[in-house]
């Protein structure tokens, strides 16, 4: 077993008010995420024209180079987030993803652009890790689900806004050309839009420096056995804390499942979600205007009906079901979704693609709620960033494969009507049905993975407290 590293020591809790005003400030923080990826999607189709792209090259650019460049600095984000003040590692991550967006407005050629979408990608990588990792420090245990919960369904909404507001920016271009100054007379829409989505980023660098962290509690450097989580400054004296592959090794079965399920998962999802926006507007002749402004709605309007389902659905079925409703949520959820992609493959007008939409994203919200409190679940406290950041890489890298994988039977299929969606489905459903399948072997494991975390967080919380009583006397 390798030797463990090591992080500063915990502070003290903050205030409940604290804490909601600084979910509040990540979720604001994710709906400019949402800004700034949505101008690419809404847009794709438009930036294919003006490049000349095929559709391999289209899938590259949206999913593969983004993936890939999450999953090499997933990880070295989440080693920052574990050791030093997370609130500066997320505003970082902020400011340089806003000047690739900008970066991206100015490629003059394909390659350019795929280097400022793999720019844009690798500054996002930090948000999930960051952000999952803050919240169950911000939060008790008995908030924490509800935190996570909220969070989620904020994430939702945000992210239906975040396509209405984008496509209202790419839309609002045309209105505002005539008031641009001369040098800018000349610049395309399209760029203009991206340059628009980051005007808003020093607001949001100094919303998340306004984030709570916790006073810091002294501990003994000499002593090997403390061992608690941080969330401020790095100035802290350093504690010993355990290592993330020795303890996947220890529980090898349950992230066996676990994640190669959430792999397939994820792989059959980019396969459609990535190309979605591209049906819609070739196959459906929506306009980004309309698409944007129609999954908008339908994303406010299965957040709420998903939260309801998910809010007394959970009610009823977790003393029956138990912890294991968690994961049993989500394998649930991923058959219906390869059930929804196979049904798309039916669609002639553009209202029955979006009925099926509306219908398969309300029911993925209870799952958007629960994948959070699952990897906290079977995380400690002290490896919870890093496994974030671990599970995004192997994640991203069936993201990054599955975008062009579709694109390249979807050049083969150019002459059927719906060949985009039918190469979508092609690769979607086998690999949900497949991801759901793993994830129902896991619920066992997951159980017993999560008593183990429990002893774990248990005696970190004992040794917690005896740092903190010294330091408030």
Not at 49 to 72: E, H, P, R
Not at 171 to 200: K, N, Q
Not at 306 to 322: A, K, N, Q
Not at 394 to 419: F, R, T
Request: net charge positive; hydrophobic share 55%.
């Amino acid at each position: 077993m390798s030797e463990p590293s090591t992080i500063a020591p915990s502070a003290t809790s903050v205030s409940e008010r604290a804490a909601w005003w600084s979910l509040g400030v990540l979720t604001l923080v994710m709906l400019f995420a949402v800004l700034d990826r949505g101008v690419l999607t809404l847009q794709a189709e438009t930036i294919r024209k003006a490049l000349n792209l095929s559709d391999f090259q289209l899938g590259f650019l949206q999913g593969t180079a983004v993936a890939v460049t999450v999953g090499i600095v997933s990880y070295p984000l989440g080693w920052l987030a574990d050791r030093y003040d997370r609130r500066l590692v997320l505003a970082g991550c902020i400011i340089f993803w806003s000047l690739a967006v900008v970066g991206s407005g100015m490629s003059q050629n394909y390659w350019q652009l795929v280097i400022g979408s793999a720019l844009v990608g690798a500054g996002e990588a930090g948000l999930g890790p960051i952000t999952n990792s803050l919240i169950p420090d911000l939060f008790k245990p008995k908030r924490r689900q509800m935190a996570n919960s909220i969070f989620a369904v904020s994430h939702t909404t945000v992210s239906a806004l975040g396509l209405g507001l984008t496509g209202a920016i790419v839309g609002a271009m045309y209105a505002v050309r005539p008031y641009l100054p001369e040098s800018m007379a000349g610049i395309d829409d399209w760029r203009l839009a991206f340059f628009a989505v980051a005007l808003p980023a020093p607001l949001m660098v100094l919303l998340v420096l306004t984030i709570a962290a916790r006073r810091r509690a002294k501990a003994d450097p000499s002593d090997p056995a403390v061992a608690v989580p941080d969330m401020v400054a790095a100035a802290a004296d350093p504690v010993v804390v355990p290592e993330l592959l020795p303890y996947l090794r220890q529980h090898r079965q349950t992230f066996t499942y676990l994640i190669t399920g959430l792999m397939a998962v994820m792989l059959g999802f980019a396969s459609v979600n990535g190309w979605l926006a591209v049906i819609y507007q070739r196959v459906f002749m929506q306009t980004p205007q309309q698409l944007g402004a129609t999954l908008g709605a339908i994303g406010l309007a299965a957040t709420a009906a998903g939260f309801l389902i998910s809010v007394y659905g959970l009610r009823y079925f977790s003393p029956r079901v138990g912890p294991r409703l968690n994961v049993r949520v989500l394998w649930i959820s991923s058959l219906w979704a390869a059930l929804s992609f196979t049904a798309m493959t039916f669609a002639t007008q553009a209202w029955h693609m979006y009925t099926i939409h509306g219908v398969y994203v309300t029911l993925l919200i209870g799952a958007t709620m629960i994948y959070p409190t699952v990897i906290q679940t079977v995380a400690p406290r002290l490896l919870r960033a890093r496994l974030f950041a671990a599970l995004a890489v192997m994640i991203s890298a069936c993201g990054a494969a599955a975008p062009p994988i579709v694109g390249l039977i979807s050049d083969q299929l150019k002459h059927l009507p719906n060949g985009l969606i039918l190469s979508a489905a092609i690769v979607a459903a086998p690999c949900l049905a497949v991801g759901a399948l793993l994830l129902f072997l896991c619920e066992e494991h997951y159980m017993k993975t999560k008593h183990a975390v429990e002893l774990i967080d248990e005696e970190h919380s004992a040794i917690e407290s005896t740092m903190t009583e010294p330091a408030k006397a």
